[in-house]
């Protein structure tokens, strides 16, 4: 099971920390991935780290504002977002990844607004 | 950045269609790295695909996955009332991942 937590409302510029909590498997086995999807718009993929934060990765739109790391010792993975943008606003999902995203969270809703 | 594009953009079917969904990629994509996902409204998305034809643990038969190089389809044999959703490809080889557009199944 994944719970993903940390939305809100924010203010353009503003920052927001993410959390996603894992349960029933075996969460340090596992890379992790962020996608976040627009009110009425497709999925787009924002970060994914490694299963020891060896590696990480993210899209254009969010690189150098936003941050992903992971505590396998608390069964989370986080997203520090960082000078959110409006068009920031989305439920943003965490997912596990191993072939494809194969389990997913229920999201959590970010809404960047003045 | 490989763009993936979904055809049709809507899809007006019938219980008990066969619907067939395309995904066609700008440059050739690895087929170990193609998926398809189920998403209903309000619902996180679901894994159908992985490796373009694999089906996901759960996933009924009647939901299949071909293609390789550009082209790739999901083909669903018998549409069931709860398939009517939207279904999005991905490409998670090379950075940065991508997902097509989204193809609507919707009732005739």
Redesign the interface.
Known sequence: QLVESGGGLVKPGGSLRLSCAASGFSFSSFTM?W?RQAPGK????VS?IGSSSNSA?Y??SVEGRFTISRDNAENSVYLQMNSLRVDDTAVY?CAR?L?????????TLVSVSS | EIVLTQSPGTHSLSPGDRATLSCRASQSVSSSFLAWYQQKPGQAPRLLIYGASRRAAGIPDRFSGSGSGTDFTLTISRLEPEDFAVYYCHHYGSSPWTFGQGTKVEIK
């Open positions: 991935t996608v497709g999925l787009q993929w994914t990765d899209a254009d999902y990844t072939r494809g995203l194969d389990h997913w969270g229920r999201g």
